[in-house]
């Protein structure tokens, strides 16, 4: 018993330094929206956070896209992922959004890059809004 108890407390002791390596930078959208990169332990980013908003035909949409591994390109200097999810809205609308996301971290410990967003509002099968958000650059420093 007392074997395995000293197994089981040299596995905690293990780890916790993997999960203090994790690093989080903030910042902005050159839109003034928030935007979010945090690395794992092996520094590849395991998420990125960005918020937006895109003029539409009538009106706007504002939302915020989270990215997830796995990423088309993940380096630990460099990360690129594209993709298209869809998402429900109230009162029977549907959203199609398709993005796009680059960064690359500099010699400064700050990442920097840009954003895209296509979005098809539907209702009913037939669609009802197109919006678009094209090239929005972002940065974020270290936390």
């Known amino acids: 018993m007392r074997t395995l108890a000293s197994a089981v407390?040299?596995?905690?002791?293990?780890?916790?330094?993997?999960a203090a390596d994790a690093r989080t930078w903030q910042g902005e959208t050159n839109q003034g929206r928030a935007v979010s990169v945090r690395t794992g332990a092996d520094d590849l980013v395991d998420q990125v956070r960005v918020s937006w908003r895109a003029p539409c035909r009538r009106g706007h949409y504002v939302s915020r896209t989270l990215f997830r591994p796995p990423l088309d390109v993940s380096e630990t200097d460099l990360f690129e992922h594209?993709?298209?999810?869809?998402?429900?809205?109230?009162?029977?609308y549907r959203?199609?959004?398709?993005?796009f996301v680059r960064g690359r971290l500099g010699a400064d410990d700050r990442w920097t890059g840009v954003f895209r967003v296509r979005t098809r509002v539907s209702r009913n099968g037939h669609v009802v809004d197109?919006?678009?958000l094209g090239r929005v650059r972002w940065s974020a420093e270290a936390v």
């Open 9 to 18: 407390g040299c596995a905690l002791v293990l780890a916790v330094p993997a």
């Open 130 to 132: 197109r919006c678009h």
């Open 95 to 99: 959203a199609r959004h398709v993005v």
């Open 82 to 92: 594209a993709g298209t999810y869809r998402k429900r809205l109230p009162d029977g």
